[in-house]
């Protein structure tokens, strides 16, 4: 019966984008679902731009191993990212009427810029992405009792996401966004409903993870422990800030003030229903502590799945199920979308600037296939865990994109040169760090790679001022 729910829902939601598909008649309609979503339909799709694997799976076995402290990144910076973006995007971007951020960049700046950002940007959702695919595979493999390995069920994962992405778009991604939306807060909250009653109701859940300090969330230890906290905390908040999806997801709205709402609820919904897993998983090991406990230290992305399989009944599995692949579907199919659009209107169409809008849907299309690719490649072959892939995923847009889209915005003297220095800056001493200096350095290596990019765009900017009040002087 698992198998046959999901595999109808699969075909329903295959179905919904392709019929979407008829109302997509040009490239704003496929980027941006032509700015014409109302409240409701924002929110909705602000809350899955994070509420997929990594909220699910990886958010939630994080905290059962390392508590509140541990998941600071995801759901606290992720949350405060969406309010950021919003309150951003509406007052400074919404009204430049702009498909995608590489726009921005290049009408503040030039050519190069756009070119250097769009592809840091691009970079960055690899790990996002995969991390999406991974749990499909993972899925796939578990309510197939292992018949369907997770490699297969990345591969068929992909191809279903794949399918009604290229077709509908962000038209599509918005109203399936919604629907699933409600699938999966009714969903989950359904099955947290019935693990209480397992554990003798919420009340002996929070007191045990308080007594075993899964509720501290502030660090203790020396500065650096503190260093390294609020490097991880604001990679995740202002890292995710220059990422197409959230761009998308915001500017797609009707109005700039449906843009901010739409953002900020769909924000505090993500980051107060996001408790939801953590309690499901965390109960698990007050279930049976011996068998979760010993999961939890091999492969804790497999407790709450598990948790289901062995003490739900089949109704409430094809509820869990239902709602899980509901989030995970929108969330990948957004991440995919996003820097698919980005590469061929901020990359490709440069060397075709004559090209018209039916072509550039095309070729918006053919990238989103070949992005997809890469992306199940990636997926298929790295070891990393889902929270581990989604944690790295935004260094490089912190030291490389972040600098040049809120300077470029809010101050007047930044210019060209800035931008290069703050790229070139950011980006050069963040891999430096990364991977010459590793563990050496107690500091996290993208906060050295902001602060680089700070220090570079406010110096190449005012570089030609200085030159030019010094030969005043000379002369």
Known sequence: MLIWFVSLYLLVTIGIGIFVSSRVKNTKDYAVAGRHLPLPVVTATVFATWFGAEAIFGVSSTFVKEGLNGVVADPFGSSLCLIIAGLFFSSKLYKLNIITLGDFYKARYNRSIEVLTTIAIVISYLGWVAAQIKALGLIFNLITHQMISEQVGMIIGTLIVLTFTTFGGMLSVAILDFIQMIVVIGGLLYIANAISHLTGGIRPVIESAAINHKLDFFPKGNIWTWITFFGTWITMMLGSVPQQDVFQRVTSAKTAKIALYGSIFGALIYFTFTFVPMFIAYSATLIDADYFNGLVNTNSQHVLPMLVLNYMPIFAQVIFFGAVLSAIMSCSSATLLAPSITFAENIVKGYFPRINDKHLLKIMRITLVCFSSIVLLYALSSNLSIFGMVESAYKITLAGAFVPLVFG?????????????AI????????????????????????????????????????????????????
Not at 409 to 421: E, R, Y
Request: glycine letters at 12%; zero cysteines; proline letters at 5%.
């Open 424 to 475: 070139i800056g950011g980006v050069g001493s963040w891999l430096f760090v990364e991977f010459f200096l590793g563990d050496n350095i107690p500091i996290p290596a993208q906060l050295i790679g902001l602060v680089n990019s700070v220090i570079g765009m406010i110096v190449g900017s005012l570089l030609p001022s200085i030159i030019k009040e010094t030969n005043k002087i000379k002369s």
């Open 409 to 421: 915005a809010f101050w007047k003297k930044a210019n060209s040169q800035g931008a290069l220095m």
